[in-house]
């Protein structure tokens, strides 16, 4: 029978009027890559800090590793690891000084310290800069360090926030490997990001997260089969003459939950309805909008369940860089598909 690595009960984060985490409640099993996938300030990294005890739910429980969150934080600690959104490094000492440094801190024993450090540079494919500078390091490479710095105690379960965050692809994709291996080590990861091909591409189970909320929860695969069992489309439409006024035109109208703007042309629009494609025709003509096509998916994306259960975009990063910015049009989500 599979535990449960971490159990939340009606986690509340608030800081003076403003609920940053709101009254979660979730399981997470051991051994899974588990994903919160939100936008800016949905209360990831709060969540996060919270679970590492760095900071204390104002109400709610929680058990990380079998230990109760308020009453045993020694214990969680003891069981967890944290890739933090922040590295922190010393970059006047070398790679080993680095993770000697932090093992220290954890007590661990010379020997056995020395033999997890090689243990784990092997792991990131670093053995060749054991006794380099981190300042002569890459970004990519210093990242590769501060993961593995997570792992000197060997904990059950780590945690890692935006570990791909501002990183170039390659070592984006390194990172996911990394990441991937980890896990296979009997490690529960707990990830958090806000890359959709991040989430899907690492996790078992992804909970979408807005406003302290969990807007969806379930399999990368489940969570897209959300939209189709649903009666919720996203059009893909293209128009040469794209305005603001156009997209609120059809953004207004009932039958509409999202509209995102993808480029200067192209749209992702969610809807409900037999009737929403028709109505959606007309209003763009009925505004003089040149339709060049439109087109409606059955295989639908993760993007495309992020914008019907949350209303607006996600900010990509990263793999996606090349993308043009994208710009949400948020209005009150109807999540008619839940
Ligand atoms: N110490 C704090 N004091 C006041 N407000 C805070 C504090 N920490 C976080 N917040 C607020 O709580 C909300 C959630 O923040 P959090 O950092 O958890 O978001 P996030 O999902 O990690 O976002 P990002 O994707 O930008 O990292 C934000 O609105 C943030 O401004
Ligand atoms: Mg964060």
Avoid at 141 to 150: D, P, W
Avoid at 203 to 226: E, F, R, V
Avoid at 228 to 253: C, E, R, W
Wanted: hydrophobic residues 40%.
């Amino acid at each position: 029978m599979t535990e449960n690595a971490i159990e939340m009960k009606n986690i509340t984060k608030k800081f003076g009027d403003f609920t940053a985490v709101d009254n979660l409640s979730l399981d997470i099993k051991e051994n899974e890559i588990f994903g919160f996938l939100g936008p800016n300030g949905a209360g990831k990294s709060t969540t996060i800090r919270m679970l590492c005890t760095l900071s204390n739910p104002t109400s709610g429980s929680a058990k990380v590793a079998g230990y109760d969150l308020i009453k045993d934080p020694a214990k969680v600690r003891e069981n967890i690891g944290l890739v933090a959104e922040k590295m922190i490094m010393y970059d006047k000492l070398t790679a080993a000084e680095n993770l000697r440094f932090f093992g220290k801190l954890y007590a661990i024993p010379n020997q056995k310290l020395e033999d997890r450090i090689d243990e784990l540079l092997e792991l990131v494919n670093m053995q060749e800069w054991k006794h380099t500078q981190i300042s002569k390091f890459s970004t990519g490479m210093k990242q590769r360090i501060n993961v593995i710095r997570a792992l000197l105690s060997e904990p059950k379960i780590v945690f890692m926030d935006e570990p791909t965050l501002g990183l170039d692809p390659q070592t984006t994709f390194s990172i996911r490997d990394i990441t991937r291996d980890i896990n296979k080590s009997g490690v529960t990861v707990i990830l958090t990001t806000h890359a959709m091909i991040e989430a899907e591409a690492l996790s078992d189970k992804i909970a979408i997260i807005d406003h302290g909320k969990i807007a969806a929860l379930d399999t990368p695969q489940n969570l897209k089969n959300l939209i189709a069992d649903s009666d919720t489309s996203v059009f893909g439409a293209k128009i040469t003459n794209l305005t603001p006024k156009l997209i609120g035109k059809i953004n207004s109208l009932d039958v509409v939950d999202a509209v995102a703007q993808q480029d200067d042309h192209n749209l992702k629009i969610s809807a409900n309805g037999t009737d929403a494609l028709n109505q959606i025709i007309d209003v763009i003509r009925h505004e003089d909008g040149n339709i060049a096509s439109i087109t409606n998916s059955n295989e639908s994306t993760l993007e495309d369940v992020f914008l019907a259960v949350t209303g607006k975009t996600i900010r990509d990063q990263a793999t996606e860089k090349a993308a043009p910015t994208h710009h949400g049009h948020e209005k009150a989500p109807k999540a008619r598909i839940r």
